[in-house]
């Protein structure tokens, strides 16, 4: 069965890819913006802390580049970057559908609960400069899981021979 002139795999794959860039982001999106109002605050009460700060907004936005990679391999790997679809069956599409679910998931989950964690070591930092490295410490302690997510998505994917 085809839809647009794409079988069902193709389309699931593609799927796949625009879910794990898509959940990923904004994930990400919420925790550098979580962080970002806090680095506001604290930058007006503690100007000179600022470029400490920034260390820490950035952190929560890896899960979104995270999940940007995953979908690129995917479109990579069925040739749709390249303008040559491949075949791709009902089976396959579910797989790859499927292996994007950790680093969506995760990385979702992960980007909100790092923003989170970055926020709380913004206020630390604000009160206590040379307490950054502590902070920063706590914050890519959650960054481990999404690390593992990615790893898991990327197993996956490249386990599905098109």
């Known amino acids: 069965m085809e839809i647009l002139g794409m079988s069902i ?3 699931l794959a593609l799927f796949g890819a625009a879910l794990s860039v898509a ?15 806090t680095s506001a605050g604290v930058s007006t009460e503690n100007p000179e802390v600022n470029s400490k700060l ?25 040739g749709a970057l390249g303008g040559d679809l491949k075949a791709v069956d009902l089976y396959q599409g579910l797989m790859l559908l499927a292996a994007v679910i950790p680093v969506a998931l995760v990385g979702f989950l992960s980007a909100v609960h790092q923003g989170k964690v970055a926020a709380a070591g913004m206020l630390m930092v604000g009160q206590h400069p040379d307490m950054s490295g502590k902070a920063i410490t706590m914050t890519v302690m959650v960054e481990t899981y999404a690390v593992l997510a990615l790893l898991a998505s990327f ?3 490249n386990a599905v021979k098109l």
Request: aromatic content about 4%; charged content about 0%.
């Open 155 to 157: 197993l996956m994917v």
């Open 9 to 11: 795999g193709q389309i």
């Open 23 to 37: 959940v990923a982001g904004m994930g990400s999106a919420k925790g550098v913006g979580l962080a970002g109002q």
């Open 54 to 78: 920034m260390v820490l907004q950035i952190l929560p936005g890896t899960q979104g580049i995270y999940g940007f990679l995953i979908g690129v391999i995917i479109l990579v790997n069925t």
